[in-house]
């Protein structure tokens, strides 16, 4: 189910079955972490990270509702290659924080992500996600949650990067999230733990990197860091 998940995710030509992935990988989460539910602290554990999720989801669910109501239509093809619709969706203003329609598109889009990937305020659930058998720790690092995020800004990149007001925001928390998840894992004693907020740290590296343009580098860490954390 996991991996029916992830190629729906990954193999999507458009955001509504991309997020229908997103969901069921979201699932799997909640399932894999309270593996051990005759635990106490894998069931919190489970319930946490799937509510910290939600919220982000919730704020994704938006911004591709606007996006929908903005262009009619959410294939990422036919709003990517539209230059009119681009143009048209980079110079409407929102009264919200100055951001253009697709800066707040992003940005709404860019808080599931936030959710997922355990960037900062939502970066909670990932170290009690270590409450899961161990294989499960390691797929949630390498394979699975995390990375989601990470890509699917790659793949609203061309959206993000119309607007600056919103890479910035994308690059502060990116940076942020990378120092004082490093930070944080100094300080901590079970072995999991520090695995966990590296890669939060990891992930904040790569966002920040989204941040200022460079797509190709954080691609390149995404796997590299796959790799090195299973």
Same mark, same amino acid.
């Given at each position: 189910?996991?991996?029916?998940?992830?190629?729906?995710?990954?193999?999507?030509?458009?955001?509504?079955?991309?997020?229908?992935?997103?969901?069921?990988?979201?699932?799997?989460?909640?399932?894999?972490?309270?593996?051990?539910?005759?635990?106490?602290? $894998?069931?919190?554990?489970?319930?946490?990270?799937?509510?910290?999720?939600?919220?982000?989801?919730?704020?994704?669910?938006?911004?591709?509702?606007?996006?929908?109501?903005?262009?009619?239509?959410?294939?990422?093809?036919?709003?990517?290659?539209?230059?009119?619709?681009?143009? $048209?969706?980079?110079?409407?203003?929102?009264?919200?924080?100055?951001?253009?329609?697709?800066?707040?598109?992003?940005?709404?889009?860019? *808080?599931?992500?936030?959710?997922?990937?355990?960037?900062?305020?939502?970066?909670?659930?990932?170290?009690?996600?270590?409450?899961?058998?161990?294989?499960?720790?390691?797929?949630?690092?390498?394979?699975?949650?995390?990375?989601?995020?990470?890509?699917?800004?790659?793949?609203?990149?061309?959206?993000?990067?119309?607007?600056?007001?919103?890479?910035?925001?994308?690059?502060?928390?990116?940076?942020?999230?990378?120092?004082?998840?490093?930070?944080?894992?100094?300080?901590?004693?079970?072995?999991?733990?520090?695995?966990?907020?590296?890669? *939060?740290?990891?992930?904040?590296?790569?966002?920040?990197?989204?941040? *200022?343009?460079?797509?190709?580098?954080?691609?390149?860490?995404?796997?590299?860091?796959?790799?090195?954390?299973?």
């Amino acid at each position: 189910l996991f991996a029916f998940g992830m190629y729906v995710l990954v193999l999507s030509d458009n955001l509504l079955t991309m997020f229908v992935g997103w969901e069921i990988m979201g699932l799997c989460s909640y399932l894999l972490i309270g593996f051990w539910y005759g635990k106490e602290s $894998a069931r919190n554990a489970a319930i946490k990270a799937f509510m910290t999720t939600r919220i982000g989801d919730v704020f994704m669910l938006l911004g591709i509702s606007y996006l929908y109501s903005a262009t009619g239509t959410l294939s990422f093809r036919e709003i990517f290659t539209n230059e009119e619709l681009m143009h $048209a969706l980079a110079t409407t203003a929102t009264p919200i924080l100055g951001l253009s329609a697709a800066g707040l598109i992003a940005v709404l889009l860019f *808080i599931g992500t936030v959710g997922k990937s355990a960037q900062w305020p939502l970066h909670v659930w990932l170290p009690d996600a270590m409450e899961g058998p161990t294989p499960v720790s390691a797929m949630i690092h390498a394979a699975t949650m995390v990375s989601a995020g990470v890509y699917a800004v790659i793949r609203m990149f061309p959206l993000l990067s119309l607007d600056g007001g919103a890479m910035t925001v994308v690059a502060f928390i990116g940076t942020f999230t990378a120092i004082f998840a490093a930070t944080i894992a100094v300080a901590q004693n079970d072995i999991k733990r520090v695995l966990a907020y590296s890669t *939060i740290s990891q992930l904040g590296f790569m966002i920040a990197a989204l941040g *200022i343009g460079a797509y190709v580098a954080a691609a390149f860490h995404l796997v590299t860091h796959a790799f090195f954390k299973a």
